[in-house]
């Protein structure tokens, strides 16, 4: 793609819309994805501090908390904390009032529902020992913590939870495309390019594998090699090529029958290099619109496998098991639990089906 083409294909991205918009959905959720601790409230690994003494709480809720520091705390903030989040390291307390008398902080815990109780007492060495000047108690360890989106079944912060949330949902769909990119491109070509029983083979796995429902074949790929994180990538990736490669390899039938391939051909050049290097360049932009479309459908699948409890596994945050979590309280007072990471998912699949269709347009791909 020349300098030129490339300059055209940006005017007019940035001439419609509805491409700016959708991109600009994209681009602050992988914002999110990469800063998901530094826009959380709560930075503990996976948003799992719990409470139950604030159980559904509802939106904008405060409460006056007490963070006592455990064994294994530490003060320093490094960088991968803010990628990955912290251990629990510390305890925080929901309490109604505190005073500092002599060497000793004497707290009143909030026990929830309106409810106090008794006075407790935690020696001013619990933070001394940890290098924590006791002047600095007040103004550091005892905050009113505002939590904008309320708190879950468990306590804890739901804003938090549906940030982190994102990496999920934003990740499943950038490994599983560039699985089915690696696969789907690479049988693709080759079938394309080499015709005849090479075509035949592949085009048989490919009319199998397209025969069985994407969501019934994640499953038993997920069963087969087990739940979790990765897997479920994995799983979606290993189901998504197959889309890839028939729109690889129709391209490559066509372009495999051009004079600059048959020059190259009599110049002496390798397969490989005609492969890669003459054809594929000419067929990216199909592919790109082709992306956009599975990265919105693998968000979906893996939404629809954590619902069901086959994707990532608690306390991992994902929009779909938060959704599974919660959508018994839809009519119970608790709407928002369930409806927020459900809009969540529609905004950020719209804004990719959205972006590949402006895309096609763009590129002037044809169907």
Known sequence: ??????QSIMNKLRKNTLGVLSFSVIVIAGLI????????????ENANR?????????????????????PNYQQDQSFKRYLFGREIDSEHLAITNYQIKGNQLEYTPYLGNGLEGEPLVEPLTTWTDHGIPSEHLATTFVKTKTYLLGTDSYGRD??????????ISFL???????ISLLVGVTLGAVAGYYKGHVDNFIMWIINIVWSIPTLLLVIAITLAIGKGFWQIFIAVGLTMWVEVARVVRGQFLSYREKEFVEAARALGFSDMRIIF????????????????ANFASAILVESGLSFLGIGAQPPTPSWGNIIKEHYSH??????HLAILPGAAIMLLVLGFNIFGNVLRDVLAVKD
């Open 158 to 167: 739901f804003y938090s939870r549906l940030m982190i949330g994102t990496r």
């Open 277 to 292: 290097k003459q054809i594929l360049p000419n067929v990216v932009a199909p592919i790109i619109v082709i992306s956009a």
């Open 1 to 6: 793609m020349t300098e030129y083409a490339s």
């Open 33 to 44: 994805t990469i800063f998901a601790y530094l826009f959380a409230a709560d930075k503990t």
């Open 330 to 335: 839809i009519i119970l007072g608790q709407q």
């Open 172 to 178: 499943i769909g950038f490994i599983a495309v560039l």
């Open 50 to 70: 719990q409470d139950l003494t604030i159980a559904f709480a509802p939106m904008g809720y405060k409460q006056l908390t007490l963070e006592i520091p455990l």
